[in-house]
């Protein structure tokens, strides 16, 4: 059993999750294809950062940043988004992932955009399974042949309503 929390990205542990994700995706691509942000914007106002724990242990952790341009509002972009290897396949990335979402939601976003890499395919699936389709770069992203660039609209649930599957 996991659960997940709004924390703070300085906390010792989950400097060593991102210090992971780091390890993990440097060597799959070329300095210039890093997108990552650092600890200190993981702490800005308008940053959402969630942490999985499994009793204490910091196990996965994401981030929602909420965009503020003058173009377009109600958006934001999903960041480390990173779960530990041992507790893979066990639901805590579609955890992270929702919670993230239902957080963002009830500051306003209603697009929620991410970059990824093409050789995480886990992290594809994970993204498309949620509901997210591929688009073009946006904000300050340029075109990378490394990134895959996605988005979803994100819907506020309507309470007392239950949802239905076809």
Not at 21 to 47: C, F, R, T, W
Request: proline letters at 7%; a neutral charge; one cysteine or more.
């Amino acid at each position: 059993m996991h659960r997940i929390a709004i924390e703070r990205a300085d906390r010792p542990d989950v400097v060593r999750l991102i210090e992971e994700l780091d390890g993990y995706q440097k060597p799959l691509y070329p300095e210039e294809s890093h997108h990552g942000i650092s600890i200190d914007a993981l702490l800005q106002p308008n940053v959402i950062f969630a942490v999985a724990r499994d009793d204490v242990e910091a196990i996965g952790c994401g981030a929602f940043v909420i965009e503020h341009d003058s173009k377009e509002q109600g958006w934001g972009e999903l960041k480390r988004m990173y779960v530990r290897p041992s507790h893979r396949g066990r639901g805590v990335a579609r955890a992270v992932l929702a919670f993230l979402e239902a957080q963002a939601i009830e500051r306003g976003a209603r697009t929620a955009r991410l970059e990824t890499g093409i050789r995480q395919p886990e992290a594809l699936r994970l993204y498309e399974a949620a509901g997210y389709v591929r688009r073009g770069p946006f904000g300050r992203y340029a075109p990378d042949p490394n990134s895959v660039f996605m988005e979803k609209r994100l819907v506020p649930k309507i309470a007392g309503l239950k949802e239905t599957h076809p």
